[in-house]
């Protein structure tokens, strides 16, 4: 990172990073490490800068480096983001505290288990497919009409670490779990009777307190909040005609 | 896979919704009579007769408390169930809170019965 | 399965999820506010039933507690239920309403909204309890 100049002043960050290796680190604790940072450092980058030159046993998980896998989800001073492009200088402050996502068992270091994120998402059948919003400029090549891009959901566990509900109840759905949920229910993938017994009960669309939480950290423009709220008012209607109807 | 009994329980927020709309009137008419029009701000037990001794006011009264009670039990279960409960505690802490709440209205009710049937001989 | 943090007791992690909006945006703000206010509301409810008991004490025991809650210590306690009361209601409004899907995009502009008419009723409010 040594590119002085180019990208601004280099500027030197502590970052504080939470440790925990099962026997080995264990209880959990905080290391102290200095890195040099310009405009563009990310925290990730940090990291790498971290793992590579001053502690080797460092874990965290990455791979696309620009939002796009959902991999690097971490807390950052106290707020959910992808460490790929959260860039350091913007964290408010010289001591930036790095910690794996919460509402997800730790594993080692930064890496969390995200089977609890794939139990409640994968369940709401996520196979849409859809028109990119993106390159509206760009030439298509022949034969393809237009460009497609996968659902939004880059399924990288920030909202569930942000929510206050998951934090305390690993049984309830979450954000990206109903958000999910109410995409099958609006393309039709999925009958609204067969969405509907996934998500009407205690663990599920009711047990959403409307924090917003979740819309607020996610990086990919799902809104998961303002969804499980629309899937809330279609319970609500069916719920009413089916009362009315003595159903 | 889910127990029938945790679907029955479904669709309070329902309940909590409604609830909530009335007590936003019932609350701010029970605020209003009993504290802002009275002169110091607390009735005297001869006020609280006066009152009271109206059948639609102790009938508003007792609806008053039904939907308070439940709105508050429910909001408390809600709280509650935000923690990792099996099946089990959920139907333990829905029947303390269904307990809680008949105690809190049988004796609500039976303090404004007491107090129309003083104002009404008095 | 597994619980989320193992390191942290379950107080402190209950306490953290529930009752902590620093670092968080003004939906997670009127949650935690809806929840403290919701918990103490509860506790004022229970406690009203038992004072209002007192009521059965006739005019003697009645009249002579409620001479002891107007001390200004009692007031102050008012507004700070009036308050509660505001917060509350004003906000559970606005979870009704988002909760029908209805101004999601726009909830944080009507949680401050309503929060400014809180104020402003608890301010009339605290008016009248001091000035009654």
Redesign the interface.
């Known amino acids: 990172m040594n590119n002085n100049g180019l990208f601004g002043q280099n500027k030197t960050i502590t970052l504080k990073v939470w440790r925990y290796k099962p026997g080995t680190i264990d209880p959990p604790r905080y290391d102290t490490f200095q890195v040099q940072a310009n405009a563009v450092t990310t925290v990730l980058d940090a990291l790498e800068e971290i793992r590579a030159t001053q502690d080797g046993t460092l874990l965290y998980r990455h791979s696309c480096h620009h939002a796009s896998c959902g991999t690097c989800g971490m807390r950052i001073n106290g707020r959910e983001q992808l460490g790929c492009v959260a860039r350091l200088l913007e964290q408010g402050g010289d001591v930036v505290v790095v910690e794996p996502l919460a509402a997800a068992p730790p594993i080692a270091d930064l890496v969390v288990d995200m089977t609890p994120f794939a139990g409640h998402f994968a369940p709401a059948g996520m196979r849409l497919v859809r028109a990119s919003e993106f390159n509206a400029e760009a030439e298509t090549p022949p034969g393809i009409e237009r460009f497609s891009r996968y659902e939004d959901c880059i399924e990288c566990n920030l909202c569930l670490s942000a929510c206050?509900?998951a934090n305390?109840?690993?049984?309830?759905i979450g954000p990206a779990g109903l958000a999910a949920a109410y995409r099958a229910l609006v393309t039709g993938e999925r009958s609204p009777a067969e969405v509907f017994a996934d998500v009407?009960?205690?663990?599920?669309v009711?047990?959403c307190?409307s924090a917003m939480e979740c819309s607020a950290v996610c990086p990919s423009d799902v809104n998961p909040g303002h969804k499980i709220m629309a899937l809330?008012r279609e319970l609500?209607v069916a719920?009413v005609k089916r009362f009315f109807k003595g159903g | 896979m889910?127990s029938i009994e945790?679907?029955r329980?479904?669709?309070?927020?329902?309940g909590q919704?409604i609830t909530?709309?009335l007590?936003?009137i019932l609350?701010s008419l029970h605020?209003i009579v009993h504290h802002?029009v009275?002169?110091?701000?607390?009735?005297?037990?001869?006020q609280?007769l006066d009152y009271i001794g109206n059948p639609l006011v102790v009938t508003i009264e007792i609806l008053f408390l039904v939907v308070?009670?439940y709105h508050?039990m429910v909001?408390?279960r809600?709280?509650l169930?935000?923690?990792?409960l099996n099946e089990r505690q959920?139907g333990l802490v829905t029947q303390v809170l269904t307990v809680v709440g008949v105690i809190?209205v049988g004796?609500?009710v039976f303090?404004a019965l007491?107090?129309f049937r003083m104002a009404r001989m008095a | 399965m597994a619980?989320p943090m193992p390191h942290k007791s379950p107080v402190a992690r209950?306490v953290q999820a529930?009752f902590n909006p620093l670092k968080r945006s003004a939906g997670f703000l009127a949650f935690v506010l809806m929840?403290i206010t919701?918990?103490g509301?509860?506790v004022y409810?229970?406690l009203h039933?038992v004072v209002?008991?007192n009521?059965?004490r006739?005019?003697a025991g009645?009249?002579s507690l409620?001479q002891t809650?107007?001390a200004p210590w009692v007031?102050a306690l008012d507004v700070v239920l009036?308050a509660g009361?505001l917060i509350h209601?004003l906000n559970?409004?606005r979870v009704?309403i988002i909760?029908?899907g209805f101004g999601t995009q726009s909830h944080k502009g009507l949680f401050w909204t309503l929060m400014a008419v809180a104020l402003l009723l608890l301010v009339y409010?605290g008016w009248?309890?001091f000035s009654?």
């Open positions: 206050p509900v305390t109840n690993p049984a309830f009407d009960h205690d663990n599920g009711w047990r307190h809330r609500v719920k | 889910r945790e679907k329980r479904s669709g309070t927020w329902i919704a909530g709309v007590l936003v609350l605020m802002f009275v002169e110091g701000g607390l009735r005297t037990y001869e609280v308070v009670t508050a909001g408390v809600a709280i169930f935000d923690l990792p959920k809190i004796w609500g303090l007491w107090l | 619980m209950v529930w929840r919701g918990i509301l509860v409810l229970l039933m209002i008991g009521l059965l006739g005019p009645w009249d409620i809650m107007k007031l009036i009361i209601m559970g409004l009704t909760g029908l409010s009248l309890v009654k």
